[in-house]
């Protein structure tokens, strides 16, 4: 499922956006895919994360995920997590740690608090080396452009 995420990571690097891919599978059926649009879709709320939950949202013909599990490339900031504990979403999967806005263990997290209503199984560094990579090239390319 992570080599899903990062081909959606692909896709948002190669569209000029912040390359972060997400997934969100039942079972091992994908339910929603998303990468990063803030740029395209002038709307700071979406993150890869937030788009593959509303999608499998919608294929679910539901609002709570708790069979579901998402993979993303990076360690999802507040707001994602937020998210993920609304939709009850069972587990979480990610590739490189965020340590700047991180919130499912670097910096904060939010999703194993025990004062939440939901608390969220994470399951860090998932094919971390190529997902890190993908976001190094990605800066290291604007850098350069700057």
């Known amino acids: 499922m992570m080599t899903h995420a990062l081909a959606e990571a692909e896709r ?36 890869a994360e937030i788009l593959a939950i509303r ?26 997590v937020g998210a993920i504990v609304h939709a009850r979403l069972a587990s979480l999967k990610f590739g490189a740690w965020d340590e700047k806005a991180g919130a499912a263990g670097s910096v904060y997290d939010v999703g194993r608090d025990g004062r939440l209503n939901h608390r969220i199984e994470v399951y860090p560094q998932i094919m971390a080396d190529r997902c890190t990579n993908l976001l190094r090239e990605f800066f290291r390319a604007r850098r350069g452009a700057a």
Do not use: S
Not at 27 to 46: F, K, Q, S, W, Y
């Open 12 to 47: 948002a690097m190669d569209a000029g956006e912040v390359p972060v891919g997400a997934i969100v599978a039942v079972e091992g059926r994908i339910v929603g895919r998303g990468r990063n649009r803030v740029i395209e879709l002038c709307d700071p709320t979406a993150h």
């Open 55 to 80: 999608e499998a949202a919608r294929v679910w013909n539901g609002y709570r995920l708790d069979q579901a599990t998402l993979y993303v490339t990076l360690e999802p900031c507040v707001m994602c």
